[in-house]
Structures are given as C-alpha cells and as structure tokens.
C-alpha cells in the first residue's frame, strides 16, 4: 500500500476515534453519568419558605376508669363480691352502648393489710384489699355524663379522670399538612415573582406538627367501699376543642 494511503488512513481513523470521543463526552455531559451527578449536587442559588396550617379539632373519644375496692378477711370472699359488682358497672357500660372492645381491665390486684401485734412483736395479715379498675372508651360523648353517674349506684367506689381525645388524628394533621403546603407553594410563587427569578425543582421539605392534647376532666372520686346512692351530682363534662398545627418547610432551586 503507498505511504499515502497509509497516512490517509490513520488520518481518518484518528477523525473517527475523535468524533466517538466528542459523541461520548456529549452524552455523558448531557444524558449520562455526568448529568446524573449534577443533578444529584444541590443547586448554589436556593430559596427557602415555610407556611403553618392549622385545624380546629374536637374530641370524638372519652376515656373513663372505674373501679371497685374490696377489703374484708377472706380474700375468696371480696373476690367474688368485687366480681358481681364490677360485672354489673360492664353490663351497665354495655347498656349506654359502650361495644366490649373498649373495654379493658386494666388492674386486679389482691394485697394483704398487715398490722402489727404489740405483745407478740411481730405483724400479721388483718385482712385484705383487693382492687379491680377498668378503662373504658366512650365513643358518644352525650353518654359521658349518664355512665359517670350510673356507676355508683352499681358497687363501684373510685371514679378516674375522664381525658378526652381523638380515635384518628392523622386525618386532621393531614388536613393541616395540606393546608400548610398549598400556603407554602403560593407564597414562594409570589416570592420569585417580586425577585424576578423562577423556580426550579423542590430540594428538600420538612414539616412538624403539635398534636392536640385535651386536658383532664376531673371526676375522680372515692366514693368508700360501700359504694354512693344515686344523689352525688354528676359534674359537667365539657370536652371543648383545640387546633392541630402543622408547619411545613420548602427549599427551592433557582434557574
């Protein structure tokens, strides 16, 4: 082959190696891996606005303990008069329509009372105490008032504090999320406008929220062993209502 043929040769291979080259740089600064790193990085020229939403919520739920205190000196005894009466306070609970999986036994506990012999010098059991509590939901709260005062008469001696508070709160942060996300996008809209930039992709968001928490109704009472007639007034119940509150942060990219 002559020289020049040669020279021709290598000249278009070197132009066809280079070309590949430049093909490749290009894909990779644009579609490939390059482009994929960039876009990973977070942009320099970034903007950040944050927005609250909020919800004014009330409680659907009461939780109510009540409870029965036996004392004597046979245990197998109270035990069985602590039975019937925290059974007939169940059946009642379930007569105001309180369904059985909301209620829940939450203490049965049998303890000895001990005294203290002075011409022995020595204690020994006198008798013994025993206490069941149970806890139970209320899910229609215009029952609250008729079960608090239909417990004593039944052999029930302590009445708890009712607390009220909600079955499903995350349906209500996400009304607030939701809220506080749209406030969040217009306002950094309006913001590009008046600084003249536009908006690029979201960076990074993050929101935190405060639950609400109903106070305490009291209605703890110690009622004494043999239980109260049905005079002992009922206190007011009054649930109220208090605000769930979200607050969001967005970062943008500028273009």
């Known amino acids: 082959m002559p020289i020049n043929d040669n020279s ?19 894909y990779s ?24 939403g909020k919800v004014t919520v009330s409680p659907d ?4 303990s009540f409870s029965v205190i036996s004392e004597g000196s046979n245990p197998k005894t109270i035990a069985n008069e602590n039975v019937q009466k925290m059974n007939a306070a169940i059946n ?4 105001q329509g309180i369904e059985e999986k909301d209620i829940k036994t939450s203490q049965y506990s049998l303890n000895p009372r001990y005294e203290y012999d002075e011409d ?70 309006e913001m590009a406008s008046q600084n003249n930039i536009k908006i690029d992709k979201i960076i990074s968001f993050s929101d935190w929220n405060s639950s609400p ?26 649930p109220g209502s208090q605000e769930v509150t979200v607050q969001v942060s967005i970062t943008y990219g500028i273009k």
Do not use: C, W
């Open 120 to 189: 022995k010098k020595t204690s020994f059991i006198s008798g013994y105490t025993l206490t069941q509590t149970v806890l139970v939901k209320i899910r229609n709260l215009d029952k609250v008032a008729d079960v608090v005062a239909g417990l004593p008469g039944l052999g029930i001696n302590q009445i708890g504090s009712i607390s009220f508070d909600i079955d499903d709160p995350e349906v209500y942060l996400a009304d607030a999320r939701n809220q506080a996300f749209e406030k969040a996008a217009k306002k950094a809209e």
């Open 213 to 238: 928490r109903f106070y305490e109704q009291s209605a703890k009472t110690a009622l004494g062993m043999g239980g109260v007639d049905s005079s002992v007034p009922v206190p007011q119940i009054e």
């Open 61 to 64: 739920i009461a939780n109510l």
């Open 92 to 95: 009642f609970a379930k007569s």
């Open 8 to 26: 021709k040769l290598k000249n278009i291979t070197v132009a066809v190696f280079l070309i590949f080259l430049m093909l490749a740089v290009v």
């Open 29 to 52: 600064v644009f579609f490939g891996p390059v482009k994929h790193f960039t876009d990973s990085m977070v942009p320099t020229r970034t903007f950040s606005v944050s927005a609250e």
